[in-house]
Nanobody
Framework: QVQLVESGGGLVQPGGSLRLSCAAS????????IGWYRQAPGKQRELVAT???????NYADSVQGRFTISRDNAKNMVYLEMISLKPEDTAVYYC???????????????WGQGTQVTVSS
């Protein structure tokens, strides 16, 4: 089994910053792409940022220039640095990973439980 656990969410004022972390553990042989998605109330889940095993990052237009994704392959961790936060960034943020397990099974649908980010004054 593979588990993803997010942390670092909270309440922040507009213009503030937060750093999210996601720890992957379990029967992991290799993590390919890993990244962050978010879901606001009444809206569909959307991509925020992803990063390949080689470190190439991809961002949603809405967060480009404000959010930075990074990963530590040795620790099976991924981070999301968020600055200049806006009220519209309020959502539950989920970690997602594309994993090859020690049984050589590849799955792209591993998800964490989510962490709430609220941007409000």
């Amino acid at each position: 089994q593979v588990q993803l656990v997010e942390s670092g969410g909270g309440l922040v004022q507009p213009g503030g910053s937060l750093r999210l972390s996601c720890a992957a553990s379990g029967t992991i042989l290799r993590i390919n792409g890993i990244g962050w998605y978010r879901q606001a109330p009444g809206k569909q889940r959307e991509l925020v940022a992803t990063v390949t095993s080689g470190g190439r990052a991809n961002y949603a237009d809405s967060v480009q220039g404000r959010f930075t994704i990074s990963r530590d392959n040795a620790k099976n961790m991924v981070y999301l640095e968020m600055i200049s936060l806006k009220p519209e960034d309020t959502a539950v943020y989920y970690c997602n990973a594309d994993v090859i397990t020690t049984q050589f099974i590849r799955r792209r649908d591993y998800w964490g439980q989510g962490t709430q980010v609220t941007v409000s004054s």
